[in-house]
């Protein structure tokens, strides 16, 4: 070419000694100070290389096409198609508005895929805790409705979580109190002072502490049906408890 012929002429008449700060000593025969043109011309030739291969980012104000090349050398599909998606809930799969809305934004396929694995990583849990609220709520309405009102409803849960947590056993009760259907069944075994199941019953030689007797208060044949003989053997364990029998 004529540019580097002349870039050659220009660097062969180059004083020997000249040791201008320009110009890097690599580019420079130790021994002599004089240029290394094809070691010069070769780092040039590179550098012209490594140039043309980078990509442009467009201006503000750059056409369609410097924009479209722009995107294609990054990896953008020509169009929402050209996304390949992994989709891993049935809930979740590829949705074509959705990448159409990605592409005009100019996400790459790698982009994308990200935004699907952080919706299956979020919105499936937050799906499941939202219906088990609901879930909740509505046997929470069922119950107060079968108890005659939130305020009926308050008082009978705190009379069967002390009658069952002090009479059955603790997964027993954990079943029970987890449905609608298991809290009415607890409600009549409550109600028919059925002794403790599953649980050992003291003897006659050991008298009960505070907390049984407190428990033993829960019982409907204290506080409901005020059955005489249960009440004299609640009023003689305290004196008992308290030395006054």
């Known amino acids: 070419m004529f540019y580097e012929d002349s870039q050659e002429a220009t660097l062969d008449t180059a004083p020997k000694g000249d040791r201008s700060p320009q110009v890097p000593e690599k580019f420079r025969d130790p021994a002599t100070g004089q240029l290394?043109?094809?070691a010069l011309l070769k780092a040039y030739?590179?550098?012209e290389k490594r140039l043309s291969s980078m990509v442009k980012v467009p201006c503000?104000?750059?056409s369609a096409e410097e924009l479209a090349g722009f995107r294609r050398a990054i990896g953008v599909p020509d169009s929402a198609d050209g996304y390949s998606v992994d989709t891993r809930h049935p809930m979740l799969t590829s949705d074509l508005t959705v990448n159409e809305r990605l592409h005009q934004?100019?996400?790459t396929p790698s982009q994308v895929q990200l935004v699907y694995d952080l919706a299956h990583e979020r919105v499936p849990p937050m799906l499941a805790h939202g219906v088990a609220e609901a879930q909740r709520q509505h046997s929470l309405e069922r119950l107060k409705e079968h108890f005659g009102g939130e305020a009926r409803w308050t008082e009978?849960?705190?009379q069967l979580a002390a009658w069952g947590k002090a009479s059955l056993p603790p997964e027993m009760y954990r079943v029970l109190s987890s449905s609608p259907e298991g809290v009415k069944a607890l409600?009549?075994?409550?109600a028919a002072g059925e002794p403790a199941l599953g649980r050992t019953p003291a003897t006659a030689d050991?008298?009960?502490n505070e907390d049984q007797l407190k428990t033993m208060m829960q019982d409907p044949r204290y506080w409901k049906t005020r059955d005489p003989a249960y009440i004299d053997k609640v009023s003689a364990g305290f004196r008992r408890l308290y030395g006054e029998a």
């Open 36 to 38: 290394r043109t094809e």
């Open 45 to 47: 030739r590179d550098l």
């Open 60 to 62: 503000p104000d750059c």
């Open 105 to 107: 934004a100019g996400f």
């Open 156 to 158: 009978t849960a705190r």
């Open 187 to 190: 409600q009549r075994l409550m």
């Open 206 to 208: 050991e008298a009960p």
